[in-house]
């Protein structure tokens, strides 16, 4: 099994629509994260959590939110989806001093 | 703030040609400076840490060294199969401890 699940790996959705991307690990880190990516810009945060209780913003947080239901769990929310959210969205973990591992992605189309 | 910036942004070789890409950066504190490959349409894959000035790693074509401004990945006689996106990120305590990334380098290593 992956460290780090993504579901679902893609999704096309109209524009107004909500729409949950989840994440699941299995490596029991406790710092959780959500990037977009999309070409020539890199990775960009959305948001990120320390802990079950810690939820922050990153540096393009608008239009989206997040809730942690566990340690192993960590859920992105577009409330009202729009065409410029179309993008690779990637869910990471890290543990104490260590490297982040990364999701396989989900390739999200608002159209 | 921490900026990391990656050149060149695409690099095209011949296989066999050898070359270095360059990541080099402005961090408070930095605590580690991560390498990642990513092939199209998937995650990043982890490939090296480097935590302090004057260290270097290698696994098989790759070396990746470490200044206090900045790190080089080194391809040795690349082939195919290297090709990829090549990412640099940065850990720093300026930062709060979360991994901030460069935009990347596309590596296409033509037979």
């Known amino acids: 099994d992956a460290d780090v699940t993504q579901t679902p790996r893609n999704r096309i959705t109209k524009t107004g629509k909500r729409i949950m991307l989840e994440c699941s690990q299995t490596?029991?880190?406790?710092?959780m994260y959500w990037y977009r990516q999309d070409p020539g810009l890199g990775l960009r945060l959305i948001y990120y959590s320390f802990d079950v209780k810690d939820i922050n913003k990153g540096e393009i947080s608008d239009g989206y939110s997040v809730s942690r239901q566990a340690q192993a769990k960590f859920s992105l929310s577009l409330e009202s989806a729009i065409p410029n959210q179309t993008a690779l969205y990637f869910c990471a973990i890290r543990g104490p001093g260590t490297e982040a591992f990364f999701g396989q992605g989900t390739r999200l189309t608002v159209v | 703030e921490d900026q990391v910036t990656q050149s060149p942004e695409a690099l095209r070789l011949q296989e066999g040609e050898s070359s270095s890409l360059n990541c080099s950066y402005t961090v408070s504190g930095l605590r580690g400076l991560f390498w990642y490959r990513q092939d199209p349409g998937k995650g990043p894959e982890f490939l090296f840490t480097l935590y302090s000035a004057g260290e270097e790693k290698e696994k098989e074509r790759l070396k990746a060294t470490l200044t206090k401004k900045e790190s080089f990945l080194h391809i040795t006689a690349p082939k195919p199969e290297d090709s990829a996106t090549y990412l640099c990120a940065v850990f720093a305590s300026g930062g709060s401890y979360i991994p901030t990334f460069g935009r990347g380098t596309s590596l296409i290593v033509h037979p």
């Open positions: 490596k029991g880190h406790d710092r």
